[in-house]
């Protein structure tokens, strides 16, 4: 059972476990949002586990998946990625607003889960973005987020870690930290070892730690062309390379993976946080999805609406009538998140309800069958009472002499990286 949010222990708990910004915006809350390293060293404690990173498209993915984690006693991330909320965007949960929406959920709901908020995907490709980033970083941390993930994968190897290196005083040390390594293609393009430890090792030398790291290890965003998924062999040989780092794994592209296949990859890697993004939005609008989390498409490729789940048929007819009007794949109705969201939120209240607790029925079983998240919740308790604080530190040491990482050196060891990068093109986020 998770705390009450009455007890005296859950007090002590918001009272030094809340990062600096999080108690300035909600001084008076009593919703446990925490760093995102919080949520890592939770699930590294338990091993053999991974937690949800939630995209929170709209707000009834939110709703149901902290009353998931409620439910599991697990520690659980909400995110949302640039491409969905951030200055271009497609989602009415933004970098700036999904803290707030958090915050009143998890007081409403009585939620005292940890939980963090994390800014994926932020990306970085190419000079503007990151003079972009040096303002608009320190701005998606004032309005509550606590972890981010630093996207400079589509940027060839060397100005990758030079942009990460660049951006990183932008980013409190007490955050929750992920670099990426390999542009999510697929099964083309594959990651190396030896790519993740140029990148990794290249941080360490400039005193930088990440807390994950993603990679392209198989899968696409978004609805799956084919079933080929995660290769697992090939992420648990990466995470054995970095593994002196201390970074644990972050999954992309889960949707199109089988729920063994998941399994596989908590159970055989370092993975602690994996992400769910297109599945957690078909559950909620009641679309037919399988077990990889895929939409099932009916013969002229269109998504088919399980009568009496997800929104009402009416509104489900006006959002199909649109996307035939617009001539959209079934993978471009995401832009739907934001043009329907008032609309969705306008309906009768057994609607709505019905929309979060699908989401909230699929998100428990992800967190309890499949990624051995449950109870996860006491750990990251201990981690705060033992650290005495919202700071959890470093995994790892600098080990790399910053020497032999000056952008010179970068730029000569980048170029002796030789794997294949795949095709080129700017793949979504």
């Keep these: 059972m998770a705390w009450s949010q009455t007890s005296p222990e859950y007090a002590k708990l918001i009272e030094i476990g809340r990062p600096p910004n999080i108690k300035k915006l909600f001084p008076n809350s009593k919703a446990l949002i925490v760093s995102g390293k919080v949520i890592d060293r939770a699930l590294s404690a338990k091993g053999k586990a991974m937690t949800i990173a939630a995209n929170g498209r709209n707000h009834l993915i939110i709703r149901g998946v902290l009353a998931a984690a409620q439910k599991a006693n697990a520690a659980v991330i909400v995110e949302i990625a640039k491409s969905e909320g951030g200055a271009s965007f497609y989602c009415p949960t933004s970098y700036w607003n999904l803290a707030r929406q958090v915050d009143a959920l998890c007081n409403e709901m009585g939620v005292t889960v940890p939980v963090a908020i994390h800014a994926d995907h932020y990306g970085i490709k190419n000079d503007k973005d990151l003079k972009t980033a040096q303002v608009e970083v320190p701005s998606i941390f004032e309005a509550g ?96 390379a970095i593994k002196p780092y201390g970074l644990s794994g972050a999954q992309h592209g889960t949707s199109g993976n089988s729920s ?73 109705w995401k832009k739907f998140n934001l043009l329907y969201e008032n609309k969705i939120l306008g309906q009768r209240r057994e609607i709505r309800e019905r929309m979060a607790k699908d989401v909230e029925d699929f998100t428990y079983r992800l967190l309890t069958e499949v990624f051995s998240a449950q109870d996860t919740a006491p750990l990251a308790y201990d981690a705060i009472m033992k650290t005495g604080g919202f700071d959890m530190g470093e995994k790892a040491s600098r080990m790399e002499d910053a020497a ?10 980048a170029a002796l990286l030789t794997g294949d990068k795949g095709p080129e093109g700017d793949f979504d986020d």
């Design 145 to 240: 987020i606590t972890s981010i993930a630093i996207d400079a994968s589509h940027l060839p190897d060397d100005k990758n870690l030079l942009a990460s290196i660049a951006i990183n005083p932008a980013i409190p040390k007490w955050a929750g930290l992920e670099c990426e390594v390999g542009e999510i293609k697929g099964d083309v393009g594959l990651s190396t070892p030896e790519d993740a430890l140029f990148l990794v090792q290249g941080l360490n030398a400039h005193g930088i730690h990440p807390d994950w790291i993603a990679l392209n290890n198989g899968t696409t965003h978004g609805i799956q062309a084919s079933a080929t998924g995660i290769n697992v062999a090939l992420t648990a040989e990466i995470h054995e």
């Design 260 to 332: 063994e296949r998941l399994r596989e990859i908590a159970q055989k890697t370092h993975t602690t946080k994996a992400n769910v993004a297109t599945a957690l939005q078909m559950v909620s609008w009641g679309v037919k999805i399988d077990d990889y989390g895929n939409a099932v498409l009916d013969g002229e490729g269109n998504l088919i609406k399980v009568e009496g789940r997800g929104m009402s048929e009416d509104l489900w007819a006006d959002m199909a009538a649109t996307g035939k009007a617009q001539t959209l794949k079934a993978g471009d």
């Design 404 to 413: 032999e990482w000056t952008e010179e050196k970068i730029i000569k060891k």
